[in-house]
């Protein structure tokens, strides 16, 4: 079993940045594929970004490309993603998820086996 632990969010101005931890525990997550995703309320969980145990292969929403950072430290056992230029629209519940078949459908949370409790960001306007 994989217990993820998230931190890192909080309120925040639009332009602001943040950087959001995930930490796991438990046992290894050697070879797991890692992702982020957000929720507001009455809406799906949104997929954000992924990354793979190599971190050669990392993946965004379009609606973070170029602003959101993805990376992990496989000795920490800790993903981190770093959230530049913010939105008000990014305002969400981020969830860390790990999935240890490191499938193809990394922006599917049916894809994900574990999943953090969540971390509360909100940017102001």
């Known amino acids: 079993q994989v217990q993820l632990v998230e931190s890192g969010g909080g309120l925040v101005q639009a332009g602001e940045s943040l950087r959001l931890s995930c930490t796991a525990s438990g046992r290894t997550f050697n070879g797991y594929l890692m992702g982020w995703f957000r929720q507001t309320p009455g809406k799906e969980r949104e997929f954000v970004s992924a990354?793979?145990?190599?971190?050669?292969?990392?993946y965004y929403a379009d609606s973070v490309k170029g602003r959101f950072t993805i990376s992990r430290d496989n000795a920490k056992n800790t993903v981190y993603l770093r959230m530049n230029r913010l939105k008000p629209e990014d305002t969400a519940v981020y969830y860390c998820?790990?999935?240890?078949?490191?499938?193809?459908?990394?922006?599917?949370?049916?894809?994900?086996?574990?999943w953090g409790q969540g971390t509360q960001v909100t940017v102001s306007s």
């Open positions: 998820a790990a999935d240890r078949k490191s499938g193809g459908n990394w922006w599917a949370p049916v894809e994900y086996d574990y």
């Open positions: 990354i793979r145990w190599s971190s050669l292969n990392t």
